[in-house]
């Protein structure tokens, strides 16, 4: 009987070390479905790209935009001290004394509302005038309004976008601009 156990631990012995046959194992196929998280990747790159040198470009225009202007304000600045302008600076410029001497206003908005005996030079994005200035008026910049009222028995000499004339002007009105509005009622 010992043998036979022994052949029977033998035959388990064999079955356990001999190599099993391998059935066939079921393929699991993964599909994955496109969620456009490539396609939002590759647009949010894009898109940082983009805004990326639109802010270059802007800010290059700006950088180059700024300097320009400043160049041209120092330019006419320079001209008007050099013909004997006394120089006022500030952002928002009432003059209401009355002006005895050639002045420069150099501001964001000015208004001249004393009488002026001499030349008067503006540089300015608004400039008003409501009184009377027996001299010439020099305007450099965006708008000018000669209010109704005032006298200019000189020139009105420019460099702007918008000229509005309600008031007088005497002299020759000259220079550059691109709109102008003349509502005197001496030219209608």
Wanted: aromatic share 6%.
């Amino acid at each position: 009987m010992q043998e036979n156990t022994d052949s029977y631990s033998q035959q388990n012995v064999n079955e356990n070390i001999q190599p099993q046959q391998s059935q066939p194992q079921p393929q699991v196929v993964i599909q994955q479905k496109n969620t456009g998280a490539r396609c939002l990747i590759g647009c949010g790159i894009g898109c940082l790209i983009l805004i990326i040198l639109m802010v270059l470009v802007t800010g290059i225009g700006g950088y180059f935009g700024y300097k320009y202007v400043m160049g041209k304000v120092n330019a006419w600045t320079q001209e008007f001290e050099n013909m004997g302008f006394e120089k006022v600076k500030g952002q928002i410029i009432e003059v209401a004394e009355d002006v005895n001497a050639p002045k420069l206003y150099l501001g964001q908005t000015v208004k001249i509302m004393g009488n002026c005996e001499k030349d008067v030079a503006i540089i300015s994005q608004i400039a008003e005038i409501h009184s009377n200035v027996k001299g010439t008026v020099y305007f450099r910049g965006q708008s000018i309004i000669i209010q109704p009222g005032a006298v200019i028995e000189g020139d009105l000499d420019i460099v702007a976008q918008t000229v509005e004339v309600y008031g007088q002007v005497k002299g020759d009105i000259k220079g550059e601009y691109q709109v102008m509005e003349d509502k005197r009622k001496d030219s209608i």
